[in-house]
């Protein structure tokens, strides 16, 4: 069944069915499971039952995910590799760049989620040097932060698109102006945005955007993408690869090692087959829906809940204007684990990090879901830091 273009809220949680049982706020870990996506998982294991290897249709399918992920962030899909993680993705990448020369180093802000900071760190084994970009008192990383850290040793600067710790959203697009002013490549992870705000590659600046499709995808684990800017790739020749980077994937020679044109020689091994069919799926509901309508609602959500959690008095990590924050929204507690444990007990899911309470506001999610757990913190608010 297709999705009407714009229909979120109420208009599409019968396609979700964990709303009959809880408050689910938990997209910024794993999206809610729809029908359409149960669907389609059955119908890999009804094709795998009835016709054994469907491997032309697998291999389609992946096909069809690279388009659609494409279309999604205004991106050719030849620009986009098929990547089974966001660390997959990012070590092919990194493994790309000469790190043992004049530019040797990687910027990376405090946000980054741990891949990021631990494949960056890897270098060091092969000559890199890592450097860090704090946060202000306030929490937040101004581009300024980001200038002063690059300069012309600097090979590659991480900035995730909206923080997973504290629901910050970096200025992707000046950050990305002062790192081509240096010469240095910006990677954009944005997993805790793709889905749930806008982007398109044109207007984000980055030259490589990375994601994955369990979150606000609405897909499962074991799948993700990596744009690249077209004109890198003949200057990126990732020495981490598989036989689905090839330029022939069904040569099946073991003679050299020739890469992709596209940006397919970041893709890697089999590509994963039941995750492709939750993240065809799952995307649909995405593009279907719009992801113009979806940040709108989302943010419409969040302003309702931040002023909910001012009249709580409680002490919010996540900035207040719309440019700044995403579809997360975190709160300090005295006790995370409690408070989530607590809200669970009541049926609403939540989760934690960082001392904070993570609040993700999705499609699917209406006033009322954000009214019940403002209710719930209120009866708790010596938990509320
Ligand atoms: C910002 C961010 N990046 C990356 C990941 C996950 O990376 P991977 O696909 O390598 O597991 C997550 C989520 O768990 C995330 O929130």
Redesign the pocket.
């Known amino acids: 069944m297709a999705v009407e273009a714009g229909r979120v809220g109420a208009a599409i949680r019968d396609e979700f069915p964990i709303f009959e049982t809880a408050t689910y706020l938990n997209s910024?870990s794993q999206g809610a499971l729809s029908s359409r996506v149960r669907a389609a998982v059955e119908a890999w294991l009804a094709g795998w039952d009835s016709n054994g290897a469907e491997w032309g249709f697998w291999v389609e399918r992946n096909e069809a995910f690279r388009g659609d992920l494409a279309r999604l962030i205004g991106a050719e899909s030849e620009d986009v590799a098929v990547t089974t993680?966001?660390?997959?993705g990012v070590s092919a990448l990194v493994s790309a760049l000469p790190l043992d020369g004049e530019r040797n180093r990687i910027v990376i802000s405090e946000y980054e989620?741990p891949?990021?900071g631990q494949i960056a760190h890897a270098q060091e084994l092969r000559g890199a040097e890592v450097v860090h970009v704090p946060p202000e008192a306030d929490g937040e990383i101004p581009v300024e932060r980001f200038a002063e850290a690059i300069d012309e040793r600097t090979a590659l600067v991480c900035c995730?698109t909206v923080s997973?710790r504290s629901g910050h959203r970096h200025d992707v697009a000046g950050i990305a102006a002062a790192a081509h002013e240096a010469g240095a490549l910006v990677l954009a992870?944005s997993?805790?945005a793709c889905g749930a705000i806008d982007l398109s590659v044109a207007t984000l600046g980055a030259d490589i955007v990375t994601g994955?499709t369990?979150?606000y995808l609405l897909g499962t684990a074991g799948l993700?993408f990596m744009w690249l800017r077209p004109e890198l790739r003949a200057r990126l020749l990732p020495t981490q690869t598989g036989w689905f980077a090839d330029e022939d994937i069904f040569a099946m020679s073991i003679a050299d090692y020739s890469p992709h044109a596209s940006a397919r020689r970041f893709d890697s091994g089999t590509p994963p087959v039941p995750a492709l069919y939750a993240g065809v799926a799952g995307l649909s509901l995405v593009a279907e829906t719009g992801v113009a309508a979806i940040e709108g609602h989302v943010s419409g959500l969040v302003d309702r809940l931040l002023d909910g959690l001012d009249e709580l008095g409680a002490t919010v990590a996540t900035p207040r204007e719309p440019s700044a924050r995403g579809p997360l929204v975190c709160v300090r507690s005295t006790d995370m684990e409690q408070l989530v444990d607590e809200l669970a007990r009541e049926a609403i899911v939540v989760s934690s990090r960082d001392g904070n309470v993570r609040i993700a506001l999705h499609l699917y999610n209406v006033d009322d879901d954000v009214d019940v757990l403002l209710d719930a913190l209120g009866k708790r608010r010596a938990l509320l830091a």
Not at 85 to 88: D, K, L, P, R, Y
């Open positions: 910024c993680s966001v660390s997959q989620f891949t990021i995730t997973y992870d997993y805790q994955g369990v979150k993700g």
